[in-house]
């Protein structure tokens, strides 16, 4: 199915790391974008990165240099290595999912299919 289902998360020390993954059908269609995003209750949500089929990555600049996004196309899978993790990162994380072609895969982009969340909780 399209809708992706994410698991992974869970309770990590400041300065460690959790890998989340995200399995979803739409990693079969010839054009898709897969995103990773973030969510602490009361606050907006925030896009964390982005990766399409046509190759393009995008990283939120909060996790640049911390956290990689990157896909198993035959496990239909999307990945979010975080390292260095901190207790800002602390949230629900959500994988998303959107197949409209023509339209750049990036943080800014609109998706249709979203996951139920995982949470990541950061001690200090």
């Known amino acids: 199915q399209v809708q992706p289902v994410e698991s992974g998360g869970g309770s990590v020390q400041a300065g460690g790391s959790l890998r989340l993954s995200c399995i979803s059908s739409a990693m079969t269609y010839s054009f898709n974008c897969m995103g990773w995003f973030r969510q602490v209750p009361g606050k907006k949500r925030e896009a964390v990165a982005s990766?399409?089929?046509?190759?393009?990555?995008s990283y939120a600049d909060s996790v640049k240099g911390r956290f990689t996004i990157s896909k198993d196309n035959a496990k239909r899978t999307v990945y979010l290595q975080m390292n260095s993790l901190e207790p800002e990162d602390t949230a629900m994380y959500y994988c998303a999912a959107d197949l409209k072609p023509y339209v750049g895969c990036n943080l800014a982009r609109t998706f249709t299919y979203w996951g139920q969340g995982t949470q990541v909780t950061v001690s200090s």
């Open positions: 990766s399409g089929s046509d190759g393009r990555i």
